[in-house]
């Protein structure tokens, strides 16, 4: 993680320390504000699981991983539930005990964690000396999961940290021709779960309709729901292009509705272990897919969102789904959700694997994009990233992909489309050397369709199971166009 400012202090104090910082005239540019109010970035995580799902831990520890080293914001995820049940209990069993769900749980199928081991409830315990427990009819202790009230009220701290209500709505797919997606899609903000998943419960399979269509269902009825609550939502896809996560860009491009994916996903068990095939999509080259064609439409383009998508926070399984590795910095006036939300719609914000930048301007009438890094200890590099107005639809070529992972589920093959070269192009790259800052720029040509920037370092990132490049570091900026 790159952490020296370069002024004698870490980025963080950096970041809170200068209002200078805070008042540059960043993409407020690109928003037709001109940058004049004072805002600043904040660092947070969008994708993370508590034993509310799948995650292993607590709620209060996973809060407390990442506000203690100085992440502003957080969303816990959990699949298919929104953390508002005041009366939800987790079994504490032994450390070998066999994990059977308990006869209660029947009733209620949506819910995914029922036990949780007894070593990770003596450390929750022992950090929190106000976890509230019973003893059940059958002498056996159950721990009270706190709920997203509770946690906002006990956490938040005005200027400094804040939760965010966040959802995983997590659906299986499968085709009577024996395909089989995933499609996982975080809405951030919109404190309920959506009534399609209460109605019809967790792991539904749904057959035969598009994709894209699911999506758009998913999108639609986010938005209904933000409407009655009267807050500004976030819709993410999320991790597209893991193995058996299959949704190709084709999906993405035909459901413009939805504007964030995540090009960075921390961790994950089922990505694979060499990547994917040199020509394959890669996130990157699925999020230029995507663009080209919104671009060439007129439509909005996909945002970039870093998250962890943490599982696993004790360091236990060292490659996958563990807090740190990836997060997002978004440009707001203030730590509320709306602000954080309203910068991430105009595109306000960095996607980052262990390596931020210090600032980023995009000057729209000029079309000229700039990106400035503080000094690292190791030589960066600034890929400009655009694709050409008269890129080929027609794809290039097809790829087909038998993963070896994950056979169980993998139940057929995966067919990939290859796009024209004319779609992501490195139209400038520019090299840093280790111990200098610097302020690179780019500016649009009249066959660009948008500039994006990828800056990079050499080194080890926390999570290795990802399909981003392996050994590097990176921080996205977003993709923009010129007015
Ligand atoms: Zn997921
Ligand atoms: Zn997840």
Redesign the pocket.
């Known amino acids: 993680m790159q952490m020296d400012s370069g002024l004698g202090m870490t980025r963080r104090e950096f970041l809170r320390a200068s209002a200078a910082f805070a008042a540059l005239p960043g993409l407020g540019a690109l928003a037709g504000t001109g940058g004049a109010r004072r805002r600043r970035w904040w660092k947070g995580n969008l994708?993370a699981?508590t034993f509310w799902s799948d995650g292993k831990a607590f709620p209060e520890e996973a809060i407390e991983w990442y506000r203690s080293r100085g992440w502003n914001f957080l969303g816990l995820?959990d699949?298919n539930v929104f953390q508002d049940d005041p009366d939800r209990w987790v079994g504490v069993i032994g450390d070998d005990e066999k994990d059977a769900k308990p006869e209660w749980a029947a009733s209620r199928p949506h819910r995914y964690c029922y036990n949780v081991r007894r070593r990770y409830f003596d450390e929750y315990a022992k950090a929190f000396p106000s976890a509230v427990t019973r003893v059940a009819a059958d002498g056996r202790i159950e721990a009270r999961l706190s709920t997203f009230g509770e946690l906002s009220a006990r956490f938040n701290e005005p200027g400094r940290f804040l939760l965010v209500p966040d959802v995983?709505a997590t659906r299986s797919v499968e085709y009577a021709d024996g395909r089989y997606h995933q499609l996982?899609m975080n809405y951030v903000n919109v404190p309920e779960l959506l009534p399609s998943f209460a109605a019809q419960g967790f792991r539904r399979t749904l057959k035969d309709k598009p994709l894209p269509e699911f999506l758009a269902e998913h999108a639609r009825e986010t938005a209904e729901l933000a409407r009655k609550h009267g807050c500004k939502p976030l819709f993410i896809l999320?991790h597209p292009v893991w193995t058996w996560y299959d949704v190709g860009p084709e999906v993405l491009i035909d459901v413009p509705e939805v504007r964030f994916f995540e090009v960075c996903n921390g961790g994950s068990p089922y990505a694979p272990a060499d990547g994917l095939p040199a020509d394959g999509l890669d996130t990157d080259r699925f999020w230029d897919v995507v663009n080209a064609f919104r671009a060439r439409r007129g439509q909005p383009l996909v945002y970039g969102v870093g998250t962890d998508?943490t599982?696993n926070y004790r360091g236990e399984k060292v490659n996958m789904c563990i807090p740190g590795n990836a997060w997002s910095l978004v440009r707001a006036e203030s730590l509320d959700a709306d602000s954080l939300m309203d910068a991430m719609e105009r595109g306000d914000f960095v996607a980052c694997e262990g390596l931020d930048v210090e600032d980023v301007v995009f000057d729209r009438s000029a079309g000229r994009l700039e990106v400035a890094v503080g000094p690292g200890n190791a030589p960066r590099t600034v890929r400009f990233i655009v694709s050409k107005r008269d890129f080929a639809e027609t794809p290039v070529g097809r790829m087909t992909v038998r993963p070896a992972r994950h056979s169980d589920v993998m139940r057929y093959q995966r067919d990939i489309r290859i796009y024209d070269a004319k779609i992501g192009v490195a139209a400038k790259t520019v090299e840093i050397p280790a111990g200098e800052a610097a302020r690179v720029s780019y500016e649009l040509a009249d066959d660009d369709l948008y500039v994006r920037a990828r800056v990079e370092e050499k080194g080890a990132t926390v999570s290795t199971a990802h399909l981003h490049p392996k050994g590097l570091r990176c921080a996205w900026t977003q993709p923009y166009r010129a007015s």
């Open positions: 994708h699981h995820s699949h995983e996982h999320n998508d599982h």
